[in-house]
T-cell receptor, first 113, second 113 residues
Framework: GESVGLHLPTLSVQEGDNSIINCAYS??????FIWYKQESGKGPQFIID?????DKRQGQRVTVLLNKTVKHLSLQIAATQPGDSAVYFC????????????FGKGTKLTVNP | NAGVMQNPRHLVRRRGQEARLRCSPM?????VYWYRQLPEEGLKFMVY????????ESGMPKERFSAEFPKEGPSILRIQQVVRGDSAAYFC???????????FGNGTRLTVT
């Protein structure tokens, strides 16, 4: 199917802790993955992406891990801040295919001060 | 460099009326995507367009919905004879030629009364 899911609907962490948000994908042909952050009343904001020829990619305070064997994606946020509170979506697509980006349902991250 | 611009931000229509949602992509972006989001859910793909061409409309309802991206001017998502079930947030995204992340606007929130 097209769904991307398997995640906790909500995640609550303390400020300064590390956060891990998980996502499973079902299309084994997917070869490009993106994490988006969506704040209330706004559109999704790009965080980080990863191609299937990699298993890890780091950005500023964020790391994405890709495990193609079990079709699992995770987003790690270091030293979580109140401004990180939002809904996080993973998305997948097949490059060179329909270009359609398939989104999961999302995980709501709440950072407690 | 202005981001993806959508208008209006909020749109209220009575059942049976028409809704027109506009999207101006980022400068230099020739690919436009429309997504629909229901409360507490992920984004569902509707249609992918390039200038004057519909590339993939597999997510568009067969009736009442249409989209265009003319040579000049914004992309338009048109919903005829709206029903209450059309109430949702509609997001537009744009990108340069792929592969690259999509950049989203802040959406149009359609309410059908």
């Amino acid at each position: 199917g097209e769904s991307v899911g398997l995640h906790l609907p909500t995640l609550s962490v303390q400020e300064g802790d590390n956060s891990i948000i998980n996502c499973a994908y079902s299309n084994s042909a997917s070869d490009y993955f993106i994490w988006y952050k969506q704040e209330s009343g706004k559109g999704p904001q790009f965080i980080i992406d990863i191609r299937s020829n990699m298993d890890k990619r780091q950005g500023q305070r964020v790391t994405v891990l890709l495990n193609k064997t079990v079709k699992h994606l995770s987003l790690q946020i270091a030293a979580t801040q109140p401004g990180d509170s939002a809904v996080y979506f993973c998305a997948e697509t097949v490059q060179g295919g329909s270009e359609k980006l398939v989104f999961g349902k999302g995980t709501k991250l709440t950072v407690n001060p | 460099n202005a981001g993806v611009m959508q208008n209006p931000r909020h749109l209220v229509r009575r059942r049976g009326q028409e809704a027109r949602l506009r999207c101006s992509p980022m400068k230099g972006h020739s690919h436009v995507y429309w997504y629909r989001q229901l409360p507490e859910e992920g984004l569902k793909f509707m249609v992918y367009l390039q200038k004057e061409n519909i590339i993939d409309e597999s997510g568009m309802p067969k009736e009442r919905f249409s989209a265009e991206f003319p040579k000049e001017g914004p992309s338009i998502l048109r919903i005829q004879q709206v029903v209450r079930g059309d109430s949702a947030a509609y997001f537009c995204a744009s990108s340069p030629p792929r592969p690259s992340p999509l950049h989203f606007g802040n959406g149009t929130r359609l309410t059908v009364t």
